[in-house]
């Protein structure tokens, strides 16, 4: 029998409030199936664990490198974009249906339509991955990409009221708390940067003790370090009670000062956020409360209890901003709950719905979810979309810059869909997912006008072997015009912002970017050039060319050089040209890099080597994977230029595996074989070439050799490495 549309949201028990009443009984796999799956979860690189035995019983030496996150957190400035009005810092509570999907595997996966990887990173501070786990450790391929983007990745401690074996969290060892040690190994190994502490279960009364649980987030802080980030839940009381504050009161101030930031329940009220100012004011970060807000909240409940956030009249989903704005003008912090609600209520819609929700984007008028009219239940709120006050970070960090405009989900070929995906129609890659602009950003001039209005959107472009260049991640600029031209109106000039970004404008970085002029530019009068706004002044540069792809370089440099503290602000494209009623593609970009110069003049020593298959087992399954080596010598040139670098792989931010004529990528020194791949390799030698790219783009190092399955071993011939030939692309 096929279940109605929207049966998840009906089957909702632990999100719908009755989980604060009736504790959920556990009716899911047993201990046995749960440990066999955990195993099978760790060749996607997923980390958990649901028990405090399995955390107790884990090491380092446990993981696999599929788990761990390779790329280091980029170091956001301090600069607000808020035009001297209030914003709130935005962090997301990521809950979509229980999290740990394929499409999050560190390989990716094949699909046959987007889910969600969130578009709007530039506006989010911190990013917590939730499942219903004791400990739940992000996946490296949200780790990846939040850390390229700046947002730090925030695993969770959740202590449910089935959860058994809580009074293991205040066990201690000649003053030292075991779980406290191993939750700062975790996030030290894994990657990622801190934890929620989500207690929603009283402790055993005969072993209670408020300052102990206090000792132990004191601990568990100070070994994070302080780059790291701690928060504490607003469930449990200073009284062993779980008492939903909705607030930062005295009930949860002690445990909130421990940690160092709060994260209240979401059905607060505007007073309950003017006193938890008034309280913090003096003894707390007022920016560190952050409230909750449900986006589910604005669902139609059936069945349910409703769920409540604010404002408590159609809160949550297209209404979310309005929280945020609230929260803006008191000073606050703002937590989206389940914000992949967008791809989950309205499957096959999720994007424009998102859009809706951040940006105050039109819906289509027939939309309809299990609610009804998503018009009638889902009201698009123009006026205060989040991005209206949620804060805006620049991109990038003060020397460094690159984006080629990656999505999430890419199309690929015939024999990539054959050989890698199950021949589905798209592949997840979200730890590809790079820089993204605001694509519906546009300037209020050209609006308020209607004149030659630019806008960009992006797209996955594959083209034929002998265009290949022309291929892959786009970012396409349009112009059209929604009003007549006036008759003795000239020519004009539009700007279209790109990126918002903070760096030194000294001289010493270099902005590069590869593009062409689009057909749409030869019936057209105008040209385009590249704007640079600095902290005191402009400069332009110039496009040339007609539809010719080529790379344009650019010094980041003001015309006015009265103080050394000027600095590059914001870059995009302008239009010079005539009246443009009918929409015309005016430029297609590639990428964009903006580093130091002597990084792009510099010859690194880099090499990748000792390519070979290595064979796994864990239970009774078994598979094969290609393994490398890289050795370079560039880490004390690359950091001293504030270029990323690391840990795991050196100066490579992702590896290109190939073979047989289909690529992937890699951000570990390994990649496993799909079952048609591996079948390929146990019949005949193929060719394997890995190829090294940098955190700005650029190809590092490369090898080859071939390989072959000979029964349990592995036959490696013909191996040839490359050492680092990377010189300057200027």
Known sequence: MDLPEGWKDVLRPIRNGFRDMFPSPDTGPTPEERAQQRALDRWKGFTYFDTFSELEEWNETDSDPLQRANTPLLRRTNRRFDGGEGTAKLAICHDYAGNYHDYEASQGAGVDEESYSCEYLQFVDCFIYFSHKLVCVPPPSWVNTLHRNGVKAIGTLLVERQTPGTEQLLHQIAGCFPVAEKLARLADHYGFDGWLMNIEKPFPKEQWDAQTLQSFLKQLKEMLGKER????????????????????????LVFSQACGALLTNYSWTEAKARSSWNLADGCFIPENVYFGIDVWAQNAGKLTRPRVTFPREGGGGTNSGIAVSELAKTGLSATLFGPAWSFEHFPGHGTIVE??????????????????????YHPV??????????????????????????????????????????????????????????VTETTEQAWRSNLNVLSMRLEDNIMPSHRKHLGGPQLLVDVQSFSEWPDNARGCARHLPLFKVDMVADGTLRFQAVGYLADGMRNLSGWIDFYFKYTRGFSHRRILGTTTWGILRHVIQSDDQSSDDNRLLEFGLCFHGEYVKDVHNLFKLQWVRIVPDACLSAVLDCRIDNIRLERRCTLDKQHWRVCWDFHDTSEEMLKAEGQPYSAITGPFAFFSVKIAGVSARAYALEWVLSPKLEKMLISQRVDVGIVGFSFDGRVLADGSCQLRIDGEECVTGNSEEVTGQTQSSD
């Open 381 to 438: 709120n123009s006026a205060l979309p989040i991005t209206k006050t949620a804060r805006r970070y620049a991109a990038g960090s003060d020397r460094f810059f690159y984006t080629d405009f990656r999505r999430a989900f890419q199309s690929h070929g015939s024999q990539a869909g054959s050989m890698l995906y199950d021949n589905a129609k798209l592949h997840s890659q979200l730890g590809a997912q790079s820089v993204l602009p605001h």
């Open 355 to 376: 859009r809706a929700v951040w940006d105050g984007c039109g819906l289509p008028e027939d939309l309809d979810c299990s609610c009804g009219s998503a018009k009638e």
């Open 229 to 252: 980030t701690l928060i504490w839940y607003d469930a449990l009381t200073w009284e062993n009670n779980v008492e939903y504050q909705n607030a930062f009161t005295d009930k949860n």
